[in-house]
């Protein structure tokens, strides 16, 4: 079964820190660029990072710029985002994405 399940969101507060995991299956991980999208409550959905097949090249928005870090293991078919000085304003779903494809989603809750 072709599928992205994320993991790894909750409650953090202001300043702290998260890993969000995305477990890709049913198709070859390592021939795919990935991408991390979110989408507050009220808000268009919005990409966060995208990140090369190979890992070579990534690509953030302009808002996570120097606090995330998108990257990936290819042999676990895993994509990872690390996430640290977080800010309220952070606070969304936030999906795994290959082309068409979507995880359900993990929160991410940045409340005091």
């Known amino acids: 079964q072709v599928q992205l399940v994320e993991s790894g969101g909750g409650l953090v507060q202001p300043g702290g820190s998260l890993r969000l995991s995305c477990a890709a299956s049913g198709f070859t991980f390592r021939f795919y660029s990935m991408r991390w999208y979110r989408q507050a409550p009220g808000k268009e959905r919005e990409l966060v990072a995208a990140?090369?097949?190979?890992?070579?090249?990534?690509n953030y928005a302009d808002s996570v710029k120097g606090r995330f870090t998108i990257s990936r293991d290819n042999a676990k078919n895993m994509l990872y985002l690390q996430m640290n000085s977080l800010k309220p304003e952070d606070t969304a779903v936030y999906y795994c994405?290959?082309?068409?494809?979507w995880g359900q989603g993990t929160q991410v809750t940045v409340s005091s």
């Open positions: 990140i090369t097949n190979t890992g070579g090249s990534t």
């Open positions: 994405n290959r082309q068409q494809l």
